[in-house]
């Protein structure tokens, strides 16, 4: 790679997510979700069987319904995922800096803007010569976390001379992640009352994927045990579900909407739901769990549902991110 220039970190982070829609709008879901759900490591099935089904039905319907869905939580910034992203990218960067780690941090996402590709382009071109990728997924998963580095395999088989480069797989039982999420949890509670029954709610994936060995399901259990120990929760007063089934073949269980349905009936008049395993909310947390889990839990019965955001820009969520980071950066020259 070129020499940095002068006054130019030569390392960088690129903290990665998931990507989101341009727009809340069909022409911007058909996009997304036609490069989305074109990846073999979300879609797990053979593409002359899985691309007709795609092109032909799946992206003539979904756009619409999604684009109606993101639009009840877009900001005037943007999608939250991609606002937090890039407020994570800037804090993360400030918090190195300040203790005299001098990296450039940028955000990128793994489908839609901006993307992995484009910002490793710019960073060669600011001069970087390493880059430490972190996917802001806590637990490991193929169709996220490998899907990143595929990405940037990708960008690698254009370039002649690679830059030195780190990965980090996942950090699911991490101190300082577990520390922040236990730390926001209680800050709820000192608001609103200690909470008799928390659901712990993780994206779900199909059930085969376990079956084949993906660590993902396991690590989110793990996450939920820590969590359950740091704040000191007896296992009845703790629920670990799974949303967001997408498709027809069976995913991992228990899922999220029907355990809180389930709890609402059984008696349980409140619930306070987390999604330990989202970075930063998004669609997933923000309509579909704090908007339709809501839904679900009063219309079963229930009284009182408190979501508990993601760790977003919460500044122990930074720190853990940051310490992450600087074990990972470790021997680098900096
Ligand atoms: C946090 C980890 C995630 C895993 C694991 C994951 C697997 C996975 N997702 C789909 C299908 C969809 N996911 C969608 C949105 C979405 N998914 C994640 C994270 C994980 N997905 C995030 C952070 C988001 C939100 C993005 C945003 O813009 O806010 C969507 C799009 C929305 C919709 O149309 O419903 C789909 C589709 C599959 C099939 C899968 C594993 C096989
Ligand atoms: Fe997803
Ligand atoms: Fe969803």
């Known amino acids: 790679m070129t020499e940095p220039r002068s ?19 069909a022409p911007a879901l058909r996009r997304y979700l036609g490069e989305f759900l074109s990846d073999p490591r979300v879609v797990e099935l053979p593409a002359w069987l899985w691309q007709p089904i795609l092109r032909g039905v799946i992206l ?30 800037a804090l993360l960067q400030g918090w190195l800096g300040e203790r005299g780690v001098p990296v450039l941090v940028r955000p990128a996402m793994r489908y839609g ?28 998963c193929g169709a996220t976390t490998a899907s990143t580095f595929d990405a940037f395999a990708a960008w690698g088989r254009a370039q002649r001379v690679l830059p030195d480069s780190r990965f980090v797989a996942g950090y699911h039982d991490d101190p300082g992640y577990i520390h922040a999420l236990a730390e926001s949890v209680r800050r709820h509670w000192q608001r609103e009352g200690r909470s008799p029954m928390l659901v712990t709610s993780f994206h779900g994936m199909p059930e085969r994927t376990r079956t084949l060995g993906d660590p993902y399901h396991d690590q989110c259990q793990a996450t939920a045990r820590l969590l359950a120990q740091a704040l000191e929760l007896p296992p009845e007063q703790l629920r670990v579900t799974f949303q967001s089934r997408f498709g027809k073949a069976k995913w991992l269980e228990p899922a999220t909407e029907p355990t809180l349905e389930a709890l609402a009936r059984d008696g349980h008049t409140r619930v306070d739901v987390i999604c330990p395993g989202f970075s930063a909310d998004c669609l997933e947390t923000l309509e579909e769990i704090a908007q339709e889990g809501r839904d679900a839990f009063l219309a079963a019965g229930g009284q009182q549902f408190h979501y508990i955001p993601c760790l977003n820009d919460e500044p122990l969520h930074i720190a853990a991110l940051g310490r992450i980071a600087q074990d990972a950066l470790a021997g680098w020259p900096l």
């Open 60 to 89: 003539n319907v979904r756009p619409a319904k999604s684009a109606a869905k993101y639009a009840t939580v877009w900001t005037p910034e943007g999608s939250p995922l991609l606002v937090w992203t890039q407020r994570q990218a």
């Open 113 to 140: 803007q901006p993307a992995i590709g484009a910002q490793l382009d710019a960073l060669r071109a600011e001069g970087v010569q390493r880059v430490l990728l972190l996917p802001a997924y806590p637990q490991y």
């Open 7 to 25: 006054n130019t970190p030569g390392t960088a982070i690129l903290l990665c997510n998931l990507g989101t829609p341009d727009a809340p709008d």
